[in-house]
């Protein structure tokens, strides 16, 4: 009797004792988790000016310019809140590749024998290198031009890349005399795509523009109604093409002839920010913005193997 009681209570205590050891298992988890949590509150500004890489984004996003926004609208803020700002700088591991050339073979009165593509850079710095921000939902309104232009002249498009907001129109005009047909196709895999209709089966098509003679100026709305990266192509001259990016919000630029790059009024949160090249190829990495706080970063674009 006094044995059978003897190992109920101890039965018991075992009982009481493992629900008291795990409530303290993960009240000491959790303290530890704070503790971690308000250590590096108190240090993003270090961390995030001395190596973002560090720091890991809240959730795995995909990283193609027409879910930049997580397949969400962005909102404009109605009252502008604390933010943070994004430097930085597109730079290039590795032997530089050579200028791009494709000879003409037609409308020579017009076109250079031979038209060239040279990589755009200064100093290691990667020029015409698109950066985005995957993740953000909101901030502030996009304030660039609602009027956007694409200039054939001597059989090469101008600008080669570049930045247009959602919704703008884009005027299409020739300097040339001769017969063009400038395609417009959205780019489905932008992390994947190397050059303007690599793969046929990874674009879908946006606009169809023919351009017949020299002065000739087409106001298209549909190639900038929805954000992704546009690849632009001319069916009847191979060696035309260029590139647009359709921002869902401020946070997409083309850097400048140095590499440089920058986003102002960035709301606090963790992001994946990409960087992609035509040429180069693409990166992405993660980068925690703070208030009141600029994050420095140095993008580097590694030569394939």
């Known amino acids: ?130 950066v985005w921000l995957v993740g953000v939902e909101h901030g502030p309104e996009d304030e660039s031009a609602r009027r956007v232009s694409l200039v054939l002249d001597g059989c090469v498009l101008s600008p080669r890349v570049q930045r247009a907001p959602v919704g703008a129109t884009l005027l299409v005009s020739s300097q040339d005399n001769m017969d063009v047909r400038l395609r417009f196709a959205d780019v489905a895999a932008a992390d994947d795509a190397q050059a303007p209709g690599a793969d046929a089966a990874s674009v879908t098509p946006r606009a169809l523009v023919v351009l017949g003679d020299a002065g000739a100026l087409v106001p298209v709305s549909t190639v900038l109604n929805a954000p992704g990266l546009v690849a632009v192509t001319d069916d009847k001259h191979p060696w035309v ?14 850097s400048d002839g140095a590499g440089r790059f920058a986003f102002d009024g960035v709301p606090p949160g963790s992001y994946t920010l990409v960087a992609w090249h035509e040429r180069l190829g693409r990166v992405a990495m993660p980068v925690v913005v703070d208030a009141g706080v600029e994050t420095r970063l140095t993008v580097t674009l590694e030569a394939p193997e």
């Open 1 to 130: 009797m006094v044995a059978s009681t003897t190992r109920a209570l101890r039965s018991t205590f075992r009982g009481r004792w493992g629900a008291v050891a795990g409530r303290l298992s993960r009240t000491i988890a959790l303290m530890s988790v704070l503790g971690a949590a308000t250590s590096a509150c108190g240090s993003s500004e270090v961390e995030s000016l001395a190596d973002p890489e560090l720091r890991t984004p809240r959730t795995s996003l995909p990283s193609t310019l027409a879910s930049a926004t997580g397949n969400r609208q962005y909102r404009v803020d109605s009252v502008a809140g604390a933010s943070g700002r994004i430097s930085g700088v597109i730079r290039f591991n590795g032997e530089w590749p050579e200028s791009e050339s494709m000879r003409a073979t037609h409308d020579l009165h017009v076109c250079d024998e031979r038209t060239e593509f040279p990589v755009v850079g200064d100093n290691d710095g990667v020029g015409d290198a698109l």
């Open 241 to 254: 093409s260029a590139w647009i990016a359709v921002a869902p919000h401020p946070f997409v630029a083309v």
